[in-house]
């Protein structure tokens, strides 16, 4: 989509979810996310904002910059223009300007257009992928090469009318009518290497290929990766450099950008951090996208689809605005608005009908099966659009569906970060990083920064949040310990995880490096506290974690699914209950409201009150899930009642509760009843959750000094490391 319709479709999705929340009273509609209401008009003009920039600019909203994040800087080609002598490559420092050499440049953008929008596509046609479960764009390695119908000289007219003269003045007519678009694109960038970190002199000019990367098992770090997905030419042309620069690059797909941003903002909390995550998912909903494909008639339908998202009047017939879209999106969302089980993979074409997304399924998951929609459409309805001769051809009625579905999927994601974007324990908040004493060495000492991230064994997969650089203004820092202040963030101890990252290309070295990290109740914590602490050397690898030092007073709980080997015994916290509830045939069992759930613990009590919209009664069954007031632990858990304040009784057949976390893992089982039974008026079902408060969770992990061989995989997880010592 262009940076008009993604604008769009973010303002509809706030007001169409604002609309659904209760209003508790007040006249007008709130979206309350983190302790933020979206609804209000600066949030929602910062959210689209940043929803629209995601490859361009930093976001602005009424002429101030929200984020110091610059999307049009997250990818760097280097335009090779030495030619060597045979025996070297001839590649040089792009970053250095030397004058007795034809220096190499680097490069973020091509006639006006930014490098960052070849990690917008998910190549569903390709098949499963060598580095994702769909890879992103690539044109000899994905199928940018294949199915191409559009010349380059009909996707010029829709360009901007500046990019479409320099592109015309610089490939001529003749050239732009016998190549088609990713054909001629591939040969303009057939000299030109993608600057990835690990490379020779990169100095954090690509943040986006290491942002994006979740490497598989298979690899044994990201600089593996990112060496296989970006192979380097040298001077010449495309049939030359077979193998290896930008046609034979595979980009990061658009599912890994929404991945890294929603988990970023997790932690960071900020309003234009979910920007980019709606991006991701809008982006998927365009067949082009999820085909791989840069041409065939993409900026074509793109503009044509801009005209009717967005009404340039004023008025109320773009399709962002009309109710009847509206409504139709409403009621998909509503479809997706559960918490059910997740998959543990997707595959095309299987999973595009057997499938159906809810709020436990992921963010990139999420993002893969708006991607199988698109595709479908993209081969059976366009016909990969081989022959288009008006647009007519596009389908509006197709064109309408793909839109509903991105607003739908856009709700469900802010939904989704409603829910799991909750307030971290006193205890267990970070508010202050220290690093303490320091030594360092090499040209570019004092120049680097410490990131945060969540979850990850290595310290260097998913979201993350970066300091600012430490240095001065002399490359000198006058203290030999370093203070960062974390509190605006919502940074979970037990799942922090920190690494070290350098400015420049010049290697540097720490040494004797102690850390420390401050909650808010006020403790200080060791993080890294060793008697002979190894040094940390920076070389062509620009960022390395920080190790953990394990202590038995640090006995906090990771999140299920995450890789890092820690004792969860005793430190589960339970977040939300969950019910299936299935009502009777009778009549009366279908009135609204007046069945309240209740979850008594040791410190706190929860009302919950059951389907105050009524109940369809019958065979459908209800599933819902609600906070719990104040965090529990299994322990603390001690009894349910199910009651009835109605004036009738109410028939149920079926019954069941589930206990989860933060991330809408399953927990525990909680009380059901397996056979029907009927609820009079007034009365109070006690359930007993169990025996003398005496279980155990259903998982338990142990920490282990290695990761073991044969991983266990916990049902609606990713799988992980450790092993289980008991399972109840």
Known sequence: MNPTSHRAVAIAAVECLADLEPRNGSTKNRLMISGQDFALPSNKAILAAADANTDGKPPECDGETYSNYDFSNEVRFIDINGQGDGENDALDDPHHNEFWEVCDKCEKEGFGSSFAAYNHFIDIGKGKGKYDDYDGYSYHNGSGHLGEYEDLYDAVPYFTDDIGKRLLNKLGVAFTKSKKTDEALAWYFGDSNVEYPGSRWYCNCSPALWHYSYPSQEMDSKYDELEQRFPWGHYGNNSDNEGGCVPWSVFMPVDNLGRYWYETFLMSRKVWDLGPVLHAVQDACVPHHAAGHMGNYHAKYEKWLEERLHDRTGGNTSWSKLESLRTQAKELYQSFNHILDKPKSLTYPQDLMNEKPNLSWSVDQIITWAAFNAYYEYVYTYNCFKSLKNIAEFRTETAQKLFVLSLALSMLILRKAQIEAIPVPRERKVEAINLEPINMSGK?????????????????????????????????????YYFVDVSEYEIDAAYMLLSIKKEYSDTLTVKNLKVKYKTKDGIWHDYYNEKNPEDIVLDSKFQKTIPRTIQKKDNFPIALGADYPYELKDRIYIDKVRVCLQPGEDKDAGSSGGLTLRVNCKYSRTDYDLFP???????????VAFLLFGKAKPRDLVSMELINKRDN????????????????????????????????????????????NDFQPLYEFTRVADPVADPVTVPGTDPVVTKP????
């Open 613 to 623: 919209g009524g109940m369809a009664h019958g065979k459908e069954t209800h599933d």
């Open 444 to 480: 570019g000492a004092h120049h680097f920064m410490i990131c945060i991230t969540q979850g990850s064994m290595n310290g260097m997969v998913g979201g993350s949040i970066e300091t600012g650089v430490f240095r001065d203004k002399w490359g000198y820092v006058p203290h030999n």
């Open 725 to 728: 010592d008991t399972r109840s």
């Open 649 to 692: 009784a109410v028939h149920i057949v079926g019954f069941r509760t589930q206990f989860l976390d933060g991330y809408s893992n399953v927990l525990l089982p909680g009380p059901e009843h397996t056979g029907d039974f009927w609820l009079d008026p007034g009365r109070e079902e006690s359930l007993v959750i169990a025996q003398n």
